[in-house]
């Protein structure tokens, strides 16, 4: 009789064990949610004579560029587009891709952040280079108030 009884708990206690092991832990895995990205929409206008450029931006948390920029010249074909870049430091590189006499261009642009209200666009020599031009030399570029973009209320 003892030896059934200890035959029956060494089973029960084999049978308890492996089930046991195949039992698997469930795992809590946190969930963080991603921090929101804000944006923050500034628009800016330079008048040259009678030419007015009127640029809206976002601008993002990871300091990306985005927004639209449109050139009204007095008498000139207008020319309007998308601007998409980075801010590095004080100062924004982006892509213009604009329309402009039935035809789409892309070209680099360059804007030196001067303090919270002025905006001053660079130009230097320009190379076309795979269907857009660009800046050939980025460190040549001059800053000198050609055309200054001041703050401005945004439209709704």
Known sequence: MKTVYLFCNVIIIAVLSS???NKKEDVVVPVVAAPMETTTKECYQAIIEKDTIT????????NEFTGELDYSYAQKDKSFGTILGNVKGDTI???????????TSIRELAF?????NTLVEGHGDFVEMNGKVAFKDKSKLKFDGNVIYTKIDCKE
Do not use: H, P
Request: proline share 0%; aromatic share 12%.
């Open 19 to 21: 089930c046991m092991k």
């Open 55 to 62: 640029l809206t931006v976002d601008v993002n948390s990871i």
């Open 93 to 103: 590189f982006a892509d213009y891709t604009f329309q402009s006499e039935g035809k």
């Open 112 to 116: 030196l952040k001067k303090d919270s």
